[in-house]
Structure formats: C-alpha cells, structure tokens
C-alpha cells in the first residue's frame, strides 16, 4: 500500500504527489471526479481546498471527499516519464 506524503496543486485538476517511496507522481483527477460526493471538485476554487490528511495518509477535501492513496498512485505519471503527446510537434535537426 502507497501513502501520500505531500501534495502541490499544479493547474486544472492535476496534483503532483509525493508518496512513500519517495517518488513524485503527477496525478490528473479531471477524469475521476464523478458521482455525488466528488461533484464540488469541479469547482477549480474548491478542487485547490485539498489537504494531506496523515491520519489516513492521502489527499482529501473540506467535504471529505477523498482518494485511496494507492488509486493516486496507479493512475500518477511519474515526472521522469517522457510526455508522448509533445513528440508529433518535435523535429529533429
């Protein structure tokens, strides 16, 4: 089990997370943010409201929202993995 240790809000819905490990993650919550409990996150003024809550070790909203530690992690890309979707728009010299 992966347990969040920091989080930083990055823009829209993503968050870079620091877990366990020690790795950072950026994880990109706009897909995941459906049902009842999660509907005010799509309010970006209240989606940056988030805190690390180290009582159950991950992120979590003044509504009490929140994420399984180990969810986060799985769908994080590591910060050292190449962005593919940038590689159309490069050319090499």
Do not use: C
């Not at 823009?11 to 950072?24: A, S, T, V």
């Amino acid at each position: 089990m992966r347990l969040v240790i920091n989080a930083d809000y990055l823009g829209g819905y993503k968050l870079k997370i620091r877990f366990d490990n020690g790795e950072d993650k950026i994880v990109d919550l706009q897909q995941h943010i459906e049902g009842p409990i999660f509907e005010p996150l799509k309010d970006p003024v209240f989606f940056k409201s988030f805190s690390v809550n180290h009582d159950i070790d991950t992120i979590v909203w003044p509504n009490n929202a929140d994420f399984s530690p180990d969810f986060l992690y799985e769908i994080g890309r590591e910060i050292n993995e190449p962005d593919n979707r940038n590689l159309d728009s490069q050319s090499s010299v």
